[in-house]
């Protein structure tokens, strides 16, 4: 396990909240991953992921990627990658989830500021989301933003309206100074662990080029949800441990975790920061990442090999 992270990373994601690391995931897997969301964007992308309002012929998020083909279960499960997440999280390790942006040229969606906690609190903060660039990613097609060292200050307001918006609407209110925020440019391959309360987020690609990324998430095996709403029980039937042995106790922080309860039911991060959950049927489409998930494996709860 020695040696996925250098002292300077550590202290990154300590201090900031983030890290940034290349080389942990072997080029050949980067390029089987980009041939295959380019066959994907090229198919039938009816039953594929969800699509961009501005452009209906593009896709945004490509649904459940470890179901469409096993190079990103490869990656999810890569020896040097889990590396760092045990030194981040521990030696027992949990996969909960994963997705993948697209960022389509001049149409992809921008996300809004926000922590990933917010959607999926659990009894503690160690979990962590492992956000990989499969293209280039510069200012100019959108790369990630993070608020350095806002992991610091606790669960921050993401309602909109007295219910959930998935969203902070503004930095400062939230006392997040803006001169923190760091732009994430990185190359393909490139690797950006971020702490679960470190708010992040993402402009909308205006460049000719792609800026797709793959996010895979991971957590202790003594962190569990303590949300199943609509939009986060999906994710458990999955969540397989990796490394280590499961839990036979819960670690709890003290704290007040605010729910993520919404006015209406979503199907993703872009639908509720944007609203139209609310114009909706008020109910979760019968598509989306949730109902294209492989069960679980028989031997998810066992001690890993």
Not at 159 to 164: C, E, L, P, S
Not at 238 to 249: E, Q, W
Request: hydrophobic letters at 40%; a negative charge.
């Amino acid at each position: 396990m020695a040696g996925a992270f250098t002292s300077e990373h550590l202290k990154s994601y300590t201090d900031n909240g983030f890290c940034v690391v290349e080389g942990l995931v072997d080029d050949s897997l980067i390029r089987r991953a980009r041939d295959v969301v380019d066959r994907l964007l090229a198919s039938d992308t009816k039953d594929v992921g969800e699509r961009e309002p501005a452009d209906p012929s593009m896709v945004r998020r490509i649904w459940a990627p470890t179901s469409r083909d096993e190079v990103f279960t490869q990656i999810v499960e890569s020896g040097p990658l889990l590396d760092g997440v045990c030194e981040l999280v521990g030696a027992n390790v949990v996969y909960q989830y994963s997705k993948l942006n697209v960022k389509a040229p001049q149409v992809g969606s921008m996300v809004a500021w926000h922590q990933d906690f917010a959607y999926y609190p659990h009894t503690n903060t160690d979990l962590v989301a492992v956000l990989i660039y499969l293209d280039d990613a510069t200012r100019e097609n959108a790369c990630l933003k993070v608020a350095s060292g806002s992991h610091r200050l606790g669960l921050l307001d993401h309602d909109v309206d007295g219910a959930f918006g998935g969203k902070i609407s503004s930095l400062e209110q939230v006392g997040v100074d803006p001169a923190s925020v760091v732009d994430c440019e990185a190359p393909a391959g490139a690797a950006i662990f971020l702490h679960p309360l470190v708010v992040h987020a993402s402009e909308k690609n205006t460049s000719d080029r792609y800026r797709r990324a793959f996010i895979p998430a991971y957590r202790s095996a003594d962190a569990l949800p303590i949300y199943y709403g609509p939009h986060a029980a999906h994710n458990e039937p999955n969540a397989r441990l990796l490394r280590g042995r499961s839990a036979t106790t819960v670690r709890c922080e003290s704290a007040h975790w605010r729910l993520p309860i919404a006015a209406a039911e979503f199907n993703s991060l872009y639908q509720i920061q944007e609203g139209s959950h609310l114009t909706a049927s008020g109910r979760k489409s019968t598509t989306g990442y949730f109902s294209h998930e492989v069960p679980a494996t028989d031997g998810s709860a066992q001690a890993a090999q």
